[in-house]
């Protein structure tokens, strides 16, 4: 032992020098219990991802059919943040209660395809975006004037509840 200013305990040579093998196995036991923590870690991760990209995919579809079919304004208020901002069909972006209100007052009603594949990544925890793509009808035009967008909704957690906090429909040329 050494003493100085504060106590130091300084390990004799004896105590440094260790058999390789102990170190070997020391090595292996904390690599073993490493990767069974990742593992369970990431079960866990997935399983829950899992379950919120359910939920993303479902808010995303409930939006289309708000948005879009039942033109519902409650719907709508419930899936958009009060801090989100909202691109349209016309490139305009629009806050919550403009965005709401553009949806009400549209004399274009439109048929749509089923929105079937639905891309989320996540970022973290609490942010996500959703990307895909939608065939838009105006009601009694022809197929000809069908119009595809891909569309991406940002989505973040808001008091536990996945919220829309912006979206960007993008046209894509035939």
């Given at each position: 032992?050494?003493?100085?200013?504060?106590?130091?305990?300084?390990?004799?040579?004896?105590?440094?020098?260790?058999?390789?093998?102990?170190?070997?196995?020391?090595?292996?036991?904390?690599?073993?219990?490493?990767?069974?923590?990742?593992?369970?870690?990431?079960?866990?991760?997935?399983?829950?991802?899992?379950?919120?990209?359910?939920?993303?995919?479902?808010?995303?579809?409930?939006?289309?059919?708000?948005?879009?079919?039942?033109?519902?304004?409650?719907?709508?208020?419930?899936?958009?943040?009060?801090?989100?901002?909202?691109?349209?069909?016309?490139?305009?972006?629009?806050?919550?209660?403009?965005?709401?209100?553009?949806?009400?007052?549209?004399?274009?009603?439109?048929?749509?395809?089923?929105?079937?594949?639905?891309?989320?990544?996540?970022?973290?925890?609490?942010?996500?975006?959703?990307?895909?793509?939608?065939?838009?009808i105006p009601v009694?035009?022809?197929?000809?004037?069908?119009?595809?967008?891909?569309?991406?909704?940002?989505?973040?957690?808001?008091?536990?509840?996945?919220?829309?906090?912006?979206?960007?429909?993008?046209?894509?040329?035939?």
């Amino acid at each position: 032992m050494e003493f100085g200013n504060a106590l130091r305990i300084v390990p004799t040579p004896d105590e440094t020098q260790q058999h390789p093998m102990k170190n070997d196995i020391k090595m292996k036991r904390d690599t073993v219990i490493l990767v069974v923590l990742l593992t369970l870690g990431s079960f866990s991760s997935n399983a829950q991802s899992s379950k919120s990209e359910k939920v993303i995919v479902d808010r995303s579809r409930l939006f289309n059919q708000a948005f879009l079919e039942r033109r519902d304004s409650m719907m709508l208020n419930d899936l958009l943040s009060v801090k989100g901002l909202f691109g349209n069909f016309e490139n305009y972006i629009q806050a919550k209660a403009s965005s709401i209100r553009t949806v009400l007052e549209s004399k274009i009603a439109y048929d749509t395809k089923p929105v079937e594949d639905i891309t989320v990544v996540f970022g973290g925890k609490s942010s996500a975006v959703s990307v895909y793509i939608l065939e838009m009808i105006p009601v009694g035009a022809d197929k000809e004037l069908s119009k595809k967008y891909r569309v991406m909704l940002f989505w973040a957690k808001e008091k536990g509840k996945w919220k829309l906090l912006g979206s960007q429909p993008v046209y894509l040329e035939k």
